[in-house]
């Protein structure tokens, strides 16, 4: 059964899994300042908070004026920041939830996220630069 918050997001959002499985939904928040998106092996930087379904945060950068960045589609993070990340233009803010296969799976995060959590990413595309 899905949460009052996971079933509102749906509802707004696209489901932007590449097999349409309904496991990340996308939602914009703010439009992006331009039409460039990153590219493979470019560099982004970007702000997020990331919340589990019942609004506890476990990580926000913005909290810590502190950025983050890596080289887009190379697997170094999450599956659903590489996908989700894909879609978005420099400036935008999106929000995605995503369901553990596209998370931190049946792992979780350390102390942060439990086993097969679905988590919700608000994220910011600061910037993409090419190599």
């Known amino acids: 059964m899905l949460s009052n918050q996971q079933e509102e997001i749906q509802l707004k ?3 932007i899994s590449p097999t349409k499985d309904g496991c990340l939904f996308k939602e914009i928040v703010r439009q992006g300042t331009d039409d460039e998106k990153p590219m493979f092996d470019d560099t982004v930087f970007i702000h997020y908070i990331g919340t589990l379904l019942d609004g ?4 926000n950068t913005r909290d810590r004026n502190e950025k983050v960045s890596f080289n887009f589609g190379k697997g170094e993070v999450i599956k659903a920041w590489d996908i989700g990340v ?3 233009k420099r400036g935008e803010i ?3 939830i995503s369901k553990p296969n596209y998370a931190y799976g049946l792992k979780g995060l350390g102390g942060k996220v439990g086993s097969a959590a679905t988590v919700i990413f608000e994220i ?3 910037d993409c630069v090419g190599k």
Do not use: H, K, Q
């Not at 506890?56 to 990580?59: A, G, N, S």
């Open 13 to 15: 959002g696209e489901d």
């Open 124 to 126: 910011e595309l600061l």
């Open 94 to 96: 999106s929000r995605f």
């Open 86 to 88: 894909a879609t978005m």
């Open 56 to 59: 506890t945060v476990f990580e």
